[in-house]
């Protein structure tokens, strides 16, 4: 366990979803203590009990609703599908200052989920940062990990890209990337995630046209790096 689990608290806001579900599982299984957020706080308790069984409670998992998730954490991750993004976020932005928030939202607009539509902000972590404002740092990361890879002792073979509106924000998220065992790359400022999230897009596109259900992504070409 690393000194950052021990010392950590991650609101997942919609962690009784697929993507949400996945996350928490792996930072719980990490020893970070995980909230699972909803709207329902019967939905959140069943969600982290179902993770907790999974895990054989050796971890500590709680639910709750969104805002006492986002008030309580030390981090808070957003996993709501992008039609309840604004309001999510509107709900629990008071709660945020001084906190990093990672944003997973692929802002897909149905029924074409396979071609790329932003929202007028540039990416919905941008609409993210602007809600939120200055007081609250923003990282965008995990928008092309399936969900389907997330609960499972597996390979992920899926690279994440971190964007963010600092650099410390981007490695704070690193870190929760490395915590769910997953290879995570520095892409840059909060603007890239503008490719990122397109990416998913391209990745549904391919997983329809080659019968795939989890394409994903590799960065090549780099060094290996040392283990942290
Ligand atoms: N699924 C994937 O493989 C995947 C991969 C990468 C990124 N993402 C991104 O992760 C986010 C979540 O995706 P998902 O597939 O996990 O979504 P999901 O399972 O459909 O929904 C996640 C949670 O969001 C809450 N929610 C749903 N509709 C809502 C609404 N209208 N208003 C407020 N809350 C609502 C629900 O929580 P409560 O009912 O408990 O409040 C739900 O359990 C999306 O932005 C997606 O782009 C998904």
């Known amino acids: 366990m690393t000194k950052e689990a021990l010392l950590l608290t991650i609101a997942v806001l919609g962690g009784t979803g697929k993507e949400g579900k996945g996350l928490a599982y792996r930072w719980a299984k990490a020893g970070y203590r995980v909230l699972i957020g909803s709207r329902s706080p019967e939905k959140a308790v069943t969600a982290a009990s179902e993770i907790m ?30 039609a309840a993004h604004r309001d999510t976020l509107d709900g629990v932005k008071d709660m945020l200052k001084g906190k990093l928030l990672v944003d997973t939202t692929v ?11 932003m929202p ?11 809600i939120v404002g200055e007081d609250v740092e923003v990282a965008a990361a995990f928008q092309n990990v399936s969900y389907k890879h997330l609960i499972g002792e597996e390979y992920v073979e ?10 410390e924000a981007r490695e704070e998220a690193l870190k929760l990337v490395a915590a769910a065992d997953l290879t995570g ?28 259900k989890h394409s994903g992504i590799k960065i090549t070409g780099v060094p290996a790096r040392p283990p942290e």
């Open 158 to 167: 899926c690279d994440v890209l971190v964007t963010g509106s600092s650099k």
């Open 53 to 82: 069984e999974i895990l054989e409670g050796s971890s500590s998992v709680v639910g709750m609703t969104n805002t006492e998730a986002a008030q309580q954490a030390d981090i808070v991750v957003l996993t709501v599908p992008y």
């Open 185 to 212: 790359w520095d892409a840059g400022p909060l603007e890239n995630s503008v490719v990122v999230e397109g990416l998913s897009s391209v990745l549904l596109n391919i997983n329809r046209l080659y019968g795939s």
């Open 120 to 130: 007028a902000a540039g990416s919905a972590a941008q609409e993210a940062k602007e």
């Open 107 to 117: 802002p897909l607009v149905p029924p074409k989920l396979s071609k790329v539509q």
